[in-house]
């Protein structure tokens, strides 16, 4: 909230946030401070992640990960579950809502549509960074779809600094193989403990 009052904003200027998954520390780890601080509602992820963010608890018994609850404040309820195609209309800006599953079963990129810009969660890998994917095959086909979106000026990904022009392509191309290269490792190395 502090960076928001160093631009001269104020958190009740935040009407809606939207959540891309349910992952927690940089997806939906501050939350509930958020909606607590602002009053705003919540847009999230696939329908199929919304039980993950409205019970934190929930998410750390069918996802045990070490640490999960001391990475997400509390859990926050969905006000709009998101699904493909939805437009999200904010002050003339329109949104629209990409299913991309792969990096987990309900991520969502948004397609700034105007400007051409693409905000892609963490659907698009970056090479070198942690390789989080809950199914390798549907992240592919899911930069596939990525990539087949025509006129993407600008790429916001949660990874990466933004990319524009001919460094699009690339970094996709790069996060695909990334996905494929650390998958192959998984799997030569789960086969070897049978």
């Given at each position: ?5 160093k631009?001269?904003r ?6 809606l946030?939207?959540l891309?998954h349910s992952?927690?520390?940089d997806?939906i780890?501050?939350?509930e401070?958020v909606?607590?601080?602002s009053g705003?509602?919540v847009?999230a992820?696939h329908?199929?992640?919304v039980s993950?963010?409205?019970d ?5 018994r069918q996802?045990p990960?070490?640490?999960l609850?001391?990475l997400?404040e509390?859990?926050?309820k969905v006000d709009?579950?998101?699904k493909?195609g939805?437009l999200?209309?904010l ?8 299913h991309t ?12 549509q105007?400007?051409c810009v693409?905000i892609t969660?963490?659907a698009?890998?970056?090479k ?14 899911s930069?596939e ?8 000026q600008?790429?916001?990904?949660a990874?990466?600094?933004p ?5 699009i392509?690339?970094i996709?191309?790069e ?6 290269r ?7 190395v789960?086969n070897?403990?049978?």
């Open positions: 909230m502090d960076h928001l009052e631009m001269g104020s958190p009740r200027d935040i009407s946030l939207i891309t992952h927690p520390f997806h780890w501050a939350a401070s909606v607590e601080a705003c509602k847009a992820a329908e199929m992640e993950w963010i409205e934190v608890d929930l998410q750390a996802r990960a070490p640490g609850q001391s997400v509390g859990s926050v709009r579950p998101l493909e939805d999200l209309e002050s003339g800006l329109s949104l629209k809502v990409i599953p792969g990096n987990s079963k309900g991520s969502i990129p948004l397609l700034l105007e400007d693409l969660g963490d698009v890998p970056v070198g960074e942690l390789p989080i994917y809950n199914d390798a095959l549907k992240s592919g086909r930069i779809k990525l990539k087949a979106l025509e006129g993407i600008v790429l916001l990904s990874w990466d600094e990319r524009e022009g001919s460094q392509e690339r996709m191309a996060g695909q193989k990334y996905i494929s650390i998958h192959k490792a998984v799997l030569k789960s070897g403990f049978h």
